[in-house]
């Protein structure tokens, strides 16, 4: 064994690992994330898979990675560039390097470097990066994981096949031992994901300690590193991703209001976790149901809500398109309904698992006729629980469908969630209608109340017997009326009963930064962190920057425009061509600024921070 | 949510399902055969009104719901069915009914029907068949006949048509059936039938479009053909048809066959109908023969087959239950804290 290491100490470090789809690299950095939040460090993750569930083995587009910030500090994104690469292939190497910083480390498993990857990879004939002093300017740790996973495995009985794929445990025990954690949570994990399968669990808790041991006997490895927990406000955390926080957020509305849920979905990347995850939860009642396709995902939420449960739709972009006709449907009915939107890489089938603000335009337009409702969306992971608690209360107390949107890397990153008590949620009152009113002879189902909102009665209430459809409503009977004026006056009604939201919601706050000042950065969505860092970091420079970052997109905080008169200039960062900036010329005239990354991928917080340079002179 | 109480009836009458919308269909439409028939069986069947809910989708038969005061929902072209599945997914002790049309519900709606089929949802399906588009003035529809001359086929419709109760059929209804508008008896008894059915009920009903179509069904609706045309089905008796009842269908081995009852053939001779044979079940949606052609077969009405299934509300309420009793009525602190957490003090 080894005495000679020394334990250094590191505020913040970015990992990344990478490897073939095949290699198990999103599960080993979900693994290597748990370890993380359990000792109270602060986290952030970036999961970037291809869409291919099995590319083709060895070549860049089936490289899969895996991206964890973790810091003593506050982390907000994770992370513009890595300090550490894990690459299982080369591959691997080839497609992640430029995101390695100078004199970054680099854990390359040898086997995965043989003629055949490098050729795979399209390195020219003869050119082995590990060997041809390409890699000088970073500390190259070069492991043969296959052969090592292999030997420590011989006495278990399993095929090569399955020995292979302990790889991964391999790797993950040697970064615990580089990053002196203890093993325990990834122990239990292992043993509950493997109780039936006695040899694999072998195998795999085999592997792990491998790579353990490998770092403490290996003279090559002197320096282990340490990241201390992170000063974060008092209290319980676990780990969330975004998609885990929104069911989650639905089933717990769900409970407050007394409403059951129902979800009505089909299955789209990256929106069926949610699905996944509320299928579990049938002890709290909820109902989920695979539909056929998009429209009935919507069309049965559409029933549900209805029948006085509360209808869920998950989806992402082409499914959006899909509901839309039964999103108007909901909107001339006036009920209570969620859409929700994981947004990913469009138009069409687009770019399935990268992430883009693509259907904000949508969500607000996309539909025929007149036909507005509220949109919401979530800012980070965690942040998706509080945001679709909210908008489901605004769908039943305003008997309106809403939009939620995330996207896809709010859906599957992670990060710590100081996770609210049941009691300290927000009551969600809901109102049915039970029985006609003193002096009311028939029941009137548009009759609206003083904020525009029409009853709910739902079917087998005796005596509220009514009918309600697609074509347009007489106001107040809610027969059926093809009448000029009444067609005029229900359009400005549902308009108006969707801005008297605004009414019901906080006014917009500045995430930081002073009230008035050279330059407002106006965000929505998952560029918060990007945002909040790139800010933060110009205010320690001196500059005046402000943050301000939209929950409330339809409709906006009454506050809105006066904040944004209150600077000189107004930048509006977004993963996609220019869409909230479209609305916030539209409504407040400003001559906003945009800034456009339409790559698949998050925009940094490095760029935003030169692009804010740039715009301050 | 709790509105299942219990309560008796009071004793209803076909004008308390009527509601003082002015029916918008063409006068001399087979629409209002089949809205009289409902309105008729509704006070027979012991639900209170509250408790019935008809939603259609878009087309004629579509505007069903405003004329039956109970709960209702008039929705978008092709949907009733996916919406229907929703609300008897939440809400099982309703009694709910899907009206549709050829077009909506076997057109545009087709990909739902098929699924709400198989799912068997505790649901009655009556698809007004008038084998055209009636709303939108007169094209062909996917039960029109090939050749059919409408607007948007001046050279005859080059379309194969759906034979709706073998589509039913092939997507494992529990309860296929046909009737027509203008047999009132018949039509009630069918509408009896789909509603004491627990499942998917799917129930086929030939109508007039008297200003598109008209005439459609009249070698099986009147008088002077009818009783040769058609054959009515009754469970456990033989196929016999023919104003004389001389005539029957027997089975040759697999293949059935036209006799004639005077040429030695006796009544035991004919094929028994047996409503909850499969098999038989396909060979006779699939009498389906163009009338005009040389030795058809008579098109056959009434129940073709029944079956017992457990509805998916049914079995998706079981899973709640077993859920509940496995891991206890959900605790929100647990589930919002998961397997692994700490603490910051
Ligand atoms: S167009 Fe035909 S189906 Fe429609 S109401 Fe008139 S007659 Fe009836």
Request: glycine share 10%; charged share 20%; hydrophobic share 35%.
């Amino acid at each position: 064994m080894s005495t000679q290491t020394t334990v250094q100490q590191l505020r913040d470090v970015v990992i990344k690992f990478a490897g073939d789809s095949g290699d198990g690299m999103q599960l080993t950095g979900m693994q290597f994330t748990n370890n993380t939040a359990l000792l109270g460090i602060d986290l952030s993750t970036f999961p970037d898979f291809p869409a291919e569930i099995r590319a083709p083995q060895g070549t860049l587009p089936g490289v899969s990675g895996f991206q964890l910030h973790f810091s003593s500090d506050p982390v907000y994104t994770p992370g513009d560039s890595c300090d550490v690469l894990v690459a299982m292939n080369a591959a691997a190497l080839k497609a992640n390097l430029k995101s390695l910083k100078k004199g970054g480390i680099i854990i390359a498993n040898t086997d995965g470097f043989d003629a055949k990857n490098l050729r795979l990879a399209n390195y020219p004939e003869g050119v082995n990066p590990l060997t041809d002093g390409s890699l000088d300017g970073y500390i190259v740790y070069e492991i043969d994981i296959t052969k090592l996973t292999r030997e420590a495995l011989k006495d278990v009985d399993l095929g090569m096949k399955e020995k292979d794929r302990a790889k991964n445990m391999f790797v993950l025990g040697f970064l615990y031992w580089l990053y002196d954690r203890k093993m325990e949570s990834t122990i239990h994990f292992l043993q509950e994901k493997f109780a039936k399968k006695p040899l694999i669990l072998e195998g795999n808790l085999k592997a792990l300690h491998a790579g353990y041991n490998y770092g403490d006997t290996t003279e090559a490895f002197t320096t282990r590193y340490r990241v201390e927990r992170a000063k974060m406000p008092r209290g319980t955390y676990r780990s969330i991703t975004g998609n885990q926080a929104l069911a989650l957020g639905l089933i717990a509305a769900s409970q407050k209001s007394g409403l059951p849920l129902f979800l009505g979905s089909y299955p789209i990347t990256p929106a069926s976790d949610i699905l996944h995850e509320l299928s579990k939860h049938k002890n709290f009642g909820v109902r989920t149901f695979q539909a056929e396709d998009e429209i009935a995902g919507i069309s049965s939420a559409i029933g549900a809500s209805y029948g006085g449960c509360m209808g869920v739709t998950t989806t992402s972009g082409p499914g959006m398109a899909l509901k839309t006709e039964a999103m108007g449907l909901a909107v001339m009915l006036e009920i209570p309904l969620l859409i929700i939107d994981i947004q990913r890489g469009g138009p069409s089938t687009g770019l399935p698992t990268k992430t883009e603000q693509s259907d904000l335009l949508q969500a607000y337009y996309g539909r025929n006729g007149e036909c507005p409702m509220p949109v919401i969306a979530a800012a980070t992971p965690s942040d998706c629980f509080s945001a679709v608690y909210e908008a489901f209360r605004i769908a039943v107390q305003y008997m309106t469908p809403v939009i939620f949107l995330s996207d896809g890397y709010i859906a599957n990153g992670a990060e710590p969630w100081r996770f609210p008590k049941a009691a300290d949620l927000p009551p969600i009152e809901v109102k049915f209608k039970t029985q006609l009113d003193e002096g009311e002879e028939k029941f009137m189902p548009y009759q609206r109340d003083e904020r525009y909102v029409r009853p709910w009665a739902v079917p087998g209430t005796p005596g509220l017997e009514h009918r309600i459809g697609g074509l347009e409503k007489q106001h107040i009977t809610g027969n059926v009326s093809y009448d000029p004026d009444n067609h005029q006056l229900m359009v400005k009604l549902r308009q108006a009963k969707v801005d008297a939201v605004a009414d019901d919601i906080p006014l917009q706050t500045l995430d930081s930064g002073p009230e008035s000042g050279d330059l407002l950065v106006l965000g929505w969505g998952s560029t918060y962190g990007a945002i909040k860092g790139a800010v933060k970091s110009l205010q320690q420079q001196g500059y005046a920057v402000a943050h301000a970052h939209l929950r409330y997109l339809r409709p906006f905080p009454k506050n809105l425009g006066e904040i944004l008169r209150n600077y000189k200039q107004v930048l509006i960062p977004e993963i996609n061509n220019g869409q909230l900036i479209k609305i916030i010329r539209d409504q407040f005239l400003i001559d906003a600024k945009g800034y456009h990354k339409i790559m698949g991928i998050p925009i940094t917080k490095s760029e935003l921070e030169e692009h804010i340079k740039s715009l301050l002179g | 949510m709790d509105t299942t109480a219990v309560q008796t009836p009071q004793s209803l009458t076909p004008k308390d399902f009527a509601t003082d919308q002015e029916v918008r269909w063409c006068p001399g439409c087979g629409d209002y055969s089949i809205l009289k028939q409902v309105q008729t069986v509704m006070p027979t069947l012991g639900i209170p009104r509250e408790n019935i809910v008809i939603i259609s989708g878009i087309g004629c038969s579509s505007r069903f719901p405003y004329y039956m005061n109970t709960y209702g929902m008039h929705s978008i072209h092709g949907r009733a069915t996916a919406i229907a599945s929703g609300l008897k997914a939440c809400r099982p002790e309703l009694s709910v009914w899907i009206v549709t049309g050829d077009g909506d519900g076997l057109s545009i709606g087709a990909g739902h029907m098929v699924h709400i089929l198989r799912r068997n949802f505790d649901v009655n399906i009556l698809l007004f068949n008038n084998q055209i588009y009636g709303l939108t003035k007169g094209q062909y529809s996917p039960t029109s006949e090939e050749n059919k001359i409408t607007k948007s086929t001046p050279y005859g419709s080059i379309d194969h048509p759906f034979n709706p109760a073998a589509l039913a059929l092939g997507a494992d209804a529990t309860f296929v059936a046909r009737s027509m508008d203008r047999d009132p008896k018949h039509l009630q008894d069918m509408l009896k039938r789909a509603h004491a059915h627990k499942g998917a009920s799917f129930l086929e009903i030939y109508q007039n479009c008297n200003i598109f179509n008209d005439g459609a069904f009249e070698i099986f609706t009147e008088k002077a053909t009818k009783a040769d045309e058609t054959i009515f089905l009754e469970h456990g008796k033989p196929l016999l048809f023919g104003a004389q009842r001389n005539k029957g269908i027997r089975l040759d081995g697999l293949k059935p066959v036209v006799v004639s009852l005077d040429e030695g053939y006796s009544a035991d001779d004919l094929w028994i109908h047996d409503e909850h044979d499969l098999y038989k079940a396909q060979m006779l949606v699939r009498l389906f023969d163009d009338p005009s052609v040389e030795g058809h077969f008579p098109r056959p009405f009434g129940v073709f087959y029944e079956a017992q299934r457990p509805s998916y509300e049914e079995l998706m309420q079981q899973q709640i239950e077993a859920a509940t009793g496995k891991y206890g009525v959900g605790d929100l602190d647990k589930l919002l804290a998961g397997s692994e957490t700490w603490t910051i003090y």
